[in-house]
């Protein structure tokens, strides 16, 4: 069973900067399909970003330019910089990490922008 545990999200003014952090229970971030997701109030989870093996990113629309995600496999963990923050990036984040069947979620963590 893997464990993820997210960290970092906080409240932000907008044009600022955010880094969120997944934590896994372990080493699995160089065989699984990871990433982030969010949902807002009323809305459904979307994605936000990916790492496929071996390291292609992707990312939404929504978000290029401006977000960046990336792993650190010798500390199993997975971080999202998320700068010039807008008020629509308001969300619950949550990081996923997938491989076959096995789908892992983190508890998730709130990212609020806001003046």
């Known amino acids: 069973q893997v464990q993820l545990v997210e960290s970092g999200g906080g409240l932000v003014q907008p044009g600022g900067s955010l880094r969120l952090s997944c934590a896994a229970s372990?080493?699995?971030?160089?065989?699984?399909?990871v990433g982030w997701y969010r949902q807002a109030p009323g809305k459904q989870r979307e994605l936000v970003a990916t790492i496929i093996p071996p390291g292609r990113t992707n990312y939404a629309d929504s978000v290029k330019g401006r977000f960046t995600i990336s792993r650190d496999n010798a500390n199993n963990t997975m971080h999202l910089q998320m700068n010039s923050l807008k008020p629509e990036d308001t969300a619950m984040y949550y990081c996923?990490?997938?491989?076959?069947?096995?789908?892992?979620w983190g508890q998730g963590t709130q990212v609020t922008v806001s003046s």
């Open positions: 372990g080493s699995i971030f160089s065989s699984y399909v």
């Open positions: 996923k990490a997938a491989r076959g069947f096995y789908n892992y």
